[in-house]
């Protein structure tokens, strides 16, 4: 992921890799940011896709392009989810949370939601 973000933080040698796969996370970060650091077959696949993301993926497949912009789509299903319940109460898997912010300051947890540099989940508690 370093050279998709080599100009807001500088690079080296790592930042003239090409990538095969990337696992977009964040919002608000456009195809051209990804493109120029991708392998000729390089995939970004975009796990919250938005009308952009979605106009992309199209454009790239309507023009046969080898980079591809794939949006992951998702549906719950109800065995799925009582498994991941399972999971949870036996301990196996938690949620990492960044910080907690009183109700009175979720302007704070706002801004550092929208910083883009959260490492967990934000927690707004009354």
């Known amino acids: ?11 080296g040698h790592e930042a ?4 095969d796969a990337v696992i977009h996370c964040a919002t608000g970060i ?3 940011t990804f493109e120029p650091n991708l392998s000729d077959s390089g995939k970004v696949i975009d796990i919250t896709p ?3 993301a ?4 199209a454009l790239k497949k309507l023009t046969f392009s080898k ?10 299903k109800k065995e799925n989810l009582e498994y991941l319940v399972k999971l949870v109460k036996e301990g196996k898997v938690k949620t ?3 910080s907690k912010h009183p109700l009175s300051k979720a ?3 706002w801004a550092k939601s929208i910083s883009g540099h959260a490492t967990g989940k934000i927690v707004i508690e009354p």
């Open 1 to 11: 992921m370093r050279a998709v973000w080599f100009e807001r933080y500088g690079g």
């Open 16 to 19: 003239l890799k090409k990538y």
């Open 30 to 32: 456009p195809w051209s």
């Open 50 to 52: 938005g009308p952009s």
């Open 54 to 57: 979605m106009l992309t993926f």
């Open 67 to 76: 980079k591809q912009l794939v949006p992951l789509l998702l549906v719950p």
């Open 96 to 98: 990492i949370v960044d």
């Open 107 to 109: 302007e704070d947890a």
